[in-house]
């Protein structure tokens, strides 16, 4: 089955430009790994793809954590067991690879789900917060 690329929409935006534009870049990087796992045959591109999701991630993950610990977010412990929660996953989806059919729709369950859970809800928990600031 086809997935559809994910638009960014404005109601993505948790009011700070630069969590933005990481979360903007993370979206990207989601739609070009599924992009390459829609082939029925995904080229090694996208292993390097995914690596490069994983840095981008801990980069963002590092920059959130540090954000809304100076602002004081009281919910910082829960951002922080689901950063490491995910990290943890993605580690082991790189592990299984992607040479059958059940890692690659593992991997992409994965990735929109994380998409979903990690922007839309983990994080729009905070935005209030970051108005208020
Ligand atoms: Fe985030």
Do not use: C
């Not at 997935?3 to 993505?12: A, L, Q, R, S, T």
């Not at 690596?51 to 590092?62: G, I, K, N, P």
């Amino acid at each position: 089955m086809k997935h559809k690329k994910i638009e960014w929409e404005d109601n993505y935006s948790v009011g700070n430009v630069e969590l933005d534009r990481q979360h903007q870049h993370i979206l990207q990087l989601i739609n070009e790994i599924v992009e390459l796992l829609n082939q029925t045959e995904p080229s090694k591109e996208v292993m390097s793809r995914l690596m490069r999701l994983y840095e981008v991630a801990q980069q963002h993950f590092y920059f959130e954590e540090i954000y809304l610990s100076r602002s004081d977010y009281s919910d910082l412990k829960s951002q922080q067991k689901s950063h490491s929660a995910y990290t943890d996953h993605v580690l082991q989806l790189m592990s299984d690879g992607v040479s059958n059919a059940e890692n690659r729709n593992a991997l992409i369950s994965f990735l929109l789900e994380w998409w979903n859970n990690h922007i839309l809800i983990e994080d729009m928990a905070y935005k209030g917060h970051l108005e208020q600031v």
